[in-house]
């Protein structure tokens, strides 16, 4: 146990310790408080990007830290998703079913992984399509569409009205007001949706791998 200790004083690992706590006191405000919950929000997702940073900087790489990256990202996103189908009652549904999704095609990719004997979930290198190796082997690419996904249900989030809880007349109220939030909904859309399509194909290509295993187990038996 000692020695295993100093892996959860890297620095990319304290940083994701920050990252649990802001949310934490993000989501205890969600209600009451939506600039703070926003900034904190934010400031979280800013330490994603730099966590990994540091990572490659300093060597501190490890896989506690990628689960611990993972299982961060995913929850806040399932939180701040839950929120809105509070905010917009009419779509529950629909953030419920985009829940989901987030959830099940990283679990399948991730347990894939460990099948395949690789030591990265990014590793797509075999992947049959361009969109899904793209996807991971482009960072700028790959960064456009998580943020994309992130930003727009930020948006929702910060634009939902009291008064209204259908999310069509919200975001038409905002379009014809020409709020900045429009515009940075509008610049995350794109993104959002690659996203998802990427989803789709990281469900169906982990599940391919799942089931190539189960074949050659049973061939070796």
């Not at 890297?10 to 310790?17: A, H, R």
């Not at 919950?37 to 990572?55: M, T």
Request: aromatic share 14%; with cysteine.
């Amino acid at each position: 146990m000692a020695r295993s200790w100093p892996i959860y004083l890297y620095v990319p690992n304290l940083i994701g310790y920050a990252r649990i706590l802001a949310n934490l006191v993000a989501f205890a405000f969600a209600f009451s408080n939506k600039k703070l919950f926003a900034g904190l929000y934010l400031l979280s997702f800013v330490c994603d990007e730099l966590d990994g940073r540091f990572a490659r900087l300093l060597n501190q790489t490890s896989t506690f830290g990628a689960v611990l990256d993972m299982v961060t990202d995913r929850v806040s996103t399932a939180g701040l998703l839950v929120i809105l189908t509070h905010n917009y009652k009419g779509c529950y549904g629909l953030f419920l079913g985009l829940l989901g999704l987030d959830i099940t095609s990283h679990w399948f990719q991730m347990y894939s992984t460990f099948l395949a004997s690789k030591t990265s979930h990014k590793d797509v290198a075999d992947s049959k399509s361009r969109l899904f190796r793209a996807y991971y082997q482009h960072r700028l690419f790959m960064g456009y569409c998580c943020v994309g996904a992130e930003v727009l249900y930020l948006v929702l989030y910060v634009i939902a009205e009291e008064e209204s809880n259908n999310l069509l007349h919200v975001v038409q109220a905002a379009a014809r007001k020409l709020s900045f939030w429009a515009f940075l909904g509008l610049l995350a859309l794109p993104g959002w949706a690659i996203k998802q399509v990427v989803n789709f194909v990281q469900i169906r290509s982990a599940a391919d791998v799942c089931v190539l295993y189960d074949l050659n187990r049973s061939k070796a038996h």
